[in-house]
């Protein structure tokens, strides 16, 4: 499966954006869909992730101001950011995990976020 991230920019703070990330077939068989972000200079950390039951995950620094989602017909993953922040600056990306296959894990490239005035 490959998956393709899109929906990145930029903001102003206090700013809204939605990020979205496309599969290229089905994800029902994908377990865990996640967002992960790398501002430079800084490790890649995990934002969000849900699972095929619908379970979210959200890391501290975003609970409250962001939202996955995911949309199997449509074989797409959301991140809906509000409130944006500077710090929130970073590019985004996706990331599924399955259990079917054998096993894998696909990340998608990239897509930058930017927040300032």
């Known amino acids: 499966v490959q998956l393709q991230a899109s929906g990145g920019g930029l903001v102003q703070p206090g700013g809204s954006l939605r990020l979205s990330c496309a599969a290229s077939?089905?994800?029902?068989?994908?377990?865990?869909l996640g967002w992960y972000r790398q501002a430079p200079g800084k490790q890649r950390e995990l934002v969000a992730h849900?699972?095929?039951?619908?379970?979210?995950y959200y890391a501290d620094s975003v609970k409250g101001r962001f939202t996955i989602s995911r949309d199997n017909p449509k074989n797409t993953v959301y991140l809906q950011m509000s409130s944006l922040k500077p710090v929130d600056t970073a590019v985004y990306l996706c990331?599924?995990?399955?259990?079917?296959?054998?096993?894998?894990?696909?990340w998608g490239q990239g897509t930058q976020v930017t927040v300032s005035s």
């Open positions: 077939r089905s994800i029902s068989s994908i377990d865990v």
């Open positions: 849900i699972t095929n039951d619908g379970i979210t």
């Open positions: 990331r599924g995990v399955s259990s079917y296959d054998g096993g894998y894990t696909t």
